[in-house]
């Protein structure tokens, strides 16, 4: 099993571009978040699905988008970057549609990706 | 609102010398607290979970326990390799399903 993946590693925008961060998961895993981490402030975590078709926001889900069509990606997109959205992004998965806390609640992060806004 | 507060923001302690990492929690009903580790450029890579007041978990030098306000993880004789960013987390049955992260507290362990 690969896990987690996440692509690009690194990504350098320009202000007011759009692009999509990549997530897979090859688990089966039913539960799939996208966090960012920025200095100072920790993890927060911007969406989550529990399942295919299902989604809803976290603590600062503004400026981006996302969808689940499929178990296994949860792309996270930027429809017009902002310098404020220069950070480390992480997706992560858990086995059960309860997520952490749940039954069967470890929950697997992906290697990151840093992205800049310029 | 669901709050974690970890301290020391950065520890610093020669090979051998155990020390524990502190975090506070305020939250509606705790669901789990949650210990990550993580490398420079690296995911957090999950280490324990605690769900219940006088709870402990052990792995290796590790050891976390838990009481209504607050986790502990204890560091017994701690090597180099030992260093990294703790980080924790709880889950509320206000929030389930949404992780609440500290800022973490960095260990640095000299040899």
């Known amino acids: 099993n690969a896990g987690v993946t996440q692509t690009p590693k690194f990504q350098v925008l320009k202000t007011g571009q759009s692009m999509t961060l990549q997530c897979a998961q090859d688990m089966n895993h039913e539960y799939m978040s996208w966090y960012r981490q920025d200095p100072g402030m920790g993890l927060r975590l911007i969406h989550y699905s529990v399942g295919a078709g299902i989604t809803d926001q976290g603590e600062v889900p503004n400026g981006y988008n996302v969808s689940r069509s499929t178990t296994e990606d949860f792309p996270l997109r930027l429809l017009s970057a902002a310098p404020s959205q220069t950070s480390v992004y992480f997706c992560a998965s858990t086995q059960g549609r309860g997520g952490p806390g749940g039954f069967r609640d470890t929950q697997y992060f992906g290697p990151g990706t840093r992205l800049t806004v310029l | ?111």
């Open chain 2, 1 to 111: 609102e669901d709050q974690v507060t970890q301290s020391p923001e950065a520890l610093r302690l020669q090979e051998g010398e155990s020390s524990s990492l502190n975090c506070s929690y305020t939250v509606s009903g705790l669901r789990g607290l949650f210990w990550y580790r993580q490398d420079p450029g690296k995911g957090p890579e999950f280490l324990f979970t605690l769900y219940s007041a006088g709870e402990e978990k052990e792995k290796e030098r590790l050891k976390a326990t838990l009481t209504k306000k607050e986790s502990f993880l204890h560091i017994t004789a701690p090597k180099p390799e030992d260093s990294a960013t703790y980080l924790c987390a709880v889950t509320s049955r206000g929030n389930t399903g949404k992780l609440i992260f500290g800022q973490g507290t960095t260990l640095q362990v000299k040899p």
